[in-house]
T-cell receptor, first 114, second 113 residues
């Protein structure tokens, strides 16, 4: 069965510093991969997604993610973090089959210090 | 504006009572989902539905029930059999096509006292 691991429960980054959030997946083939962001008490907003092709994916709010098949990873990056980026971030996996739901990691909480 | 509407945002119920959470979408999506979110647990799938009048259990379906009588609506009932119902509940929808992203509602926070 497929699974998603986000190794970091909580990360604190200084404003203006770079950010990398880790995501590893377990799946027999290349999955569809997603990063979502959630502000407290809110729903989830899609940041970016990978289906195929270029392994470096650009998203909204200046985020990007790189798919590395050899490492089964899909890490999220941002060159310069803003205080408004403080939120919870979820990595999700979708399989190449209709009638299935996304599987989510447990999330990483990002705090931004001034 | 197209989107997913969950209501109410906050819900309080006494232990032993059933409660129904509403989810409506006007995105014309075929598939709809219910997830439960607890601190440190991520999102766990309760039920999902690909088409009207059909739905499948997710990983934590015990103590929950759903219906899908209309394409736009996918209500979730938390029954008295659910041992620990206090949580944040998220409804989502998507096209039933592999790889399409899910769109989420704003969630309902259920507190059972």
């Amino acid at each position: 069965a497929q699974s998603v691991t986000q190794p970091d429960i909580h990360i604190t980054v200084s404003e203006g510093a770079s950010l990398e959030l880790r995501c590893n997946y377990s799946y027999g083939a290349t999955p569809y991969l997603f990063w979502y962001v959630q502000s407290p008490g809110q729903g989830l907003q899609l940041l970016l997604k990978y289906f195929s092709g270029d392994t470096l994916v650009q998203g909204i709010k200046g985020f990007e993610a790189e798919f590395k098949r050899s490492q089964s990873s899909f890490n999220l990056r941002k060159p310069s973090v803003h205080w408004s980026d403080a939120a919870e971030y979820f990595c999700a996996v979708g399989v190449r089959q209709a009638g299935t739901a996304l599987i989510f990691g447990k999330g990483t909480t990002l705090s931004v210090s001034s | 504006d197209g989107g997913i509407t969950q209501s109410p945002k906050y819900l309080f119920r006494k232990e032993g009572q059933n409660v129904t959470l509403s989810c409506e979408q006007n995105l014309n999506h075929d598939a709809m989902y219910w997830y439960r979110q607890d601190p440190g647990q991520g999102l766990r799938l309760i039920y999902y539905s690909q088409i009207v009048n059909d739905f499948q259990k997710g990983d934590i379906a015990e103590g929950y029930s759903v219906s899908r009588e209309k394409k736009e609506s996918f209500p979730l009932t938390v029954t008295s059999a659910q041992k620990n119902p206090t949580a944040f509940y998220l409804c989502a929808s998507s096209q039933d096509t592999p790889g399409t992203e899910a769109f989420f509602g704003q969630g309902t926070r259920l507190t059972v006292v």
